[in-house]
């Protein structure tokens, strides 16, 4: 590991000298003669007379002062100088002059000059500097690509601080994300006081403690169990945690996940369920089968009834509360992986249907969406749902996130509905990132490459529609904020540049280069994250009868040994060429990547027999 930090600071050090290492890359950036230099103070005068700004100023010299940079506020130095500028086209957009003499800092509004000083915290140094600091001059205009920049946080599979989902926040918007999607409920937990519901968290916030995977190996609760594990919000801290968001430039969109997904709700209200039986919060047991085809089956009913107008004044409480909460647009109903099995076997929900002329379940779901629509919009807010919302008919005005792939999406779109992409296929960060021998084996993959491929905006469809877009975090398998971290970068910041930039800007050469010197920036405020990019990839595929192996590393100037024949170190084996046929016998594939003539990322050691599986 010490091999590795020292290494990028080398990297670090040449990147000074060649570019700027700025995530996500600015619309455009010159470089001019000179440095802005300072030692352990710099001066700092607003003439925005902005209150905002001055708020969004006391964040960023508090972050000054955690390097080691104390804030002066003397008209005479040479200085950070933070003014409004009206003819700057976008909201969000800034303009950043660095000289010998000044910083000069300009935005629109309070966005764009926060988000000035998200890029110019990226030009400082990341820790205490004993050396004087020296800022290369420089002239940069930048502005966002999309206006919705978005990442989600599951707190209903384990539940975050208030403390941790602002340490959160703050990550999100030093890479100019704008939008922090809040999951409050699921099966798993109800996180969020309502007043007029008090059983959703007196029973709907705890359940009972379970370790390791999700799924066969966690049992449901035992008769008498007590539930313990978990946690909610009260509106106080909900409204502190909003206050911080916006002092970010942070839109929070809360979700209530509905009609599915609401185990923790009818655990507190069983009678809102078609079989009005009790349940419990699930602790993540096997409660479903999945077909492989992305079709499934509940075993417990984790649906609310919609024949039961009890249901909808139910909703209507909920959402008047979290409407007064969330001063933002949206609120988010989720709507997704709702099973209509309990629905087709109730007697009550069947004689609804027939009374309401419903020709089928996906029909009453679009009566279900359309009914909570009309609740959501009577609070002065506007709808957004997954993309299973559309299914048997959308009310006009919804928004769609489009999860499954992009055709959710594009068929929203296509019918005039605003969206925002979040596709598995490259925004889902709780997906395996790494080798499956070091890294957690989940269902998918996702690779930091293959986030960096995504763009919002389809073909065919009108990109007015396209709001922008979003990566999630779902927490089955991320219980600590260390490990949301992990699982967040750097994969965020390839989405970041991909939501922010403007498309002909993007180059994964450029960015890849870039993030490796962030890399040492979070090693210095001690966030953990991922540096898979850094290993090689093993792919195993058949030619002939011969079983043959690749090796795959994306990096630049990137070199990979490996050897078969159970020798180590590895540096002293085989340098990679081209594929190879693997030997037969007993041995272990062991595979790392050198850089600049040293070991960077993780060593990878693989049976034979894991190869052959593959």
């Not at 003499?101 to 309070?110: A, D, R, T, Y």
């Not at 988010?332 to 109730?346: I, L, P, Q, V």
């Not at 219980?479 to 939501?499: C, D, G, H, K, N």
């Not at 070199?559 to 990679?576: C, D, M």
């Amino acid at each position: 590991m010490k091999n590795v930090i020292t290494l990028l600071f080398v990297i670090v050090g040449f990147l000074s000298q060649a570019q700027h290492n700025i995530i996500p890359e600015p619309l455009s950036y010159l470089e001019t003669n000179g440095f802005f230099s300072f030692s352990n103070s710099v001066n700092i005068r607003d003439q925005s007379k902005d209150n905002q700004v001055a708020k969004g100023l006391k964040v960023f010299e508090n972050h000054l002062s955690k390097i080691g940079i104390k804030a002066n506020h003397n008209e005479k130095d040479p200085s950070i100088i933070i003014r409004k500028n009206k003819s700057i086209p976008s909201e969000e957009g800034y303009t950043l002059d660095i000289s010998e003499n000044n910083i000069i800092l300009e935005g629109k509004s309070f966005a764009g000059i926060y988000y000035g000083l998200q890029t110019l915290k990226q030009l400082l140094p990341s820790s205490n500097q004993k050396e004087p600091i020296q800022i290369k001059s420089c002239s940069i205009v930048d502005e966002p690509r999309f206006k919705w920049r978005g990442l989600m946080l599951d707190v209903s599979r384990h539940f975050f601080t208030v403390e941790e989902v602002k340490a959160y926040i703050d990550q999100m918007a030093a890479f100019k994300f704008n939008t922090f999607h809040w999951h409050l409920t699921d099966d798993n937990g109800w996180r969020v006081e309502i007043k007029a519901l008090p059983k959703l968290t007196e029973i709907g916030a705890w359940r009972v403690e379970r370790n390791g995977k999700f799924g066969a190996s966690r049992p449901a609760p035992l008769a008498g169990e007590k539930a313990t594990y978990g946690g909610f919000y009260t509106q106080e801290q909900i409204k502190d945690v909003v206050k911080y968001a916006t002092a970010r430039n942070i839109t929070i969109i809360p979700e209530i996940d509905l009609p599915g997904h609401s185990m923790a709700a009818l655990a507190a209200y069983p009678k809102l369920s078609t079989k009005k039986e009790p349940k419990f919060v699930s602790p993540g047991n096997k409660f479903a089968e999945w077909f492989g085809d992305g079709s499934f089956k509940m075993n417990i009913e984790n649906t609310l009834n919609p024949s039961d107008e009890k249901v909808y004044d139910f909703i209507d409480k909920v959402y008047t509360e979290i409407a007064q909460l969330f001063p933002g647009k949206y609120i988010h109903m989720g709507g997704d992986e709702c099973y209509k099995g309990y629905w087709e076997e109730s007697e009550e929900v069947k004689a609804f249907m027939k009374m309401n002329k419903i020709k089928d379940a996906h029909e009453l779901q679009s009566y279900f969406v359309k009914r909570v629509q009309k609740i959501i919009n009577s609070k002065g807010k506007k709808m957004i749902g997954w993309d299973e919302i559309i299914e048997g008919g959308l009310a006009k005005g919804a928004t769609v996130m489009s999860w499954q792939g992009m055709k959710g999406g594009i068929h929203a779109a296509k019918k005039g509905h605003e969206v925002v992409m979040s596709p598995t296929t490259f925004a889902y960060l709780d997906y395996m990132q790494g080798d499956a021998t070091i890294e957690n084996k989940i269902y998918a993959s996702l690779s930091l490459e293959k986030t960096y491929e995504f763009e919002p905006i389809p073909e065919g469809v009108d990109e007015k529609l396209i709001l922008g877009g979003q990566a999630n975090i779902w927490t089955e398998e991320i219980p600590t904020l260390q490990f949301a971290f992990y699982m967040t970068y750097p994969r965020a910041m390839s989405i970041s540049e991909t939501l922010w930039s403007s498309k002909n800007k993007k180059n994964w050469d450029n960015f890849v280069t870039k993030a490796q010197a962030h890399f040492v920036r979070f090693d210095d405020q001690k966030i953990n994250i991922c540096k898979a990019v850094l290993d090689p990839i093993v792919e195993v595929y058949k030619e002939d009868d011969k079983l043959m192996c690749k090796l795959i590393n994306n990096l630049p100037n990137a070199v990979i040994y490996f050897s078969t024949n159970n020798t180590y170190p590895v540096e002293f084996a085989t340098k990679y060429t081209q594929p190879f046929e693997i030997p037969k016998g007993d041995f272990k594939l062991r595979t790392q990547t050198f850089q600049y003539g040293k070991a960077i990322g993780r060593q990878l050691i693989i049976d034979r027999t894991d190869l052959i599986k593959r």
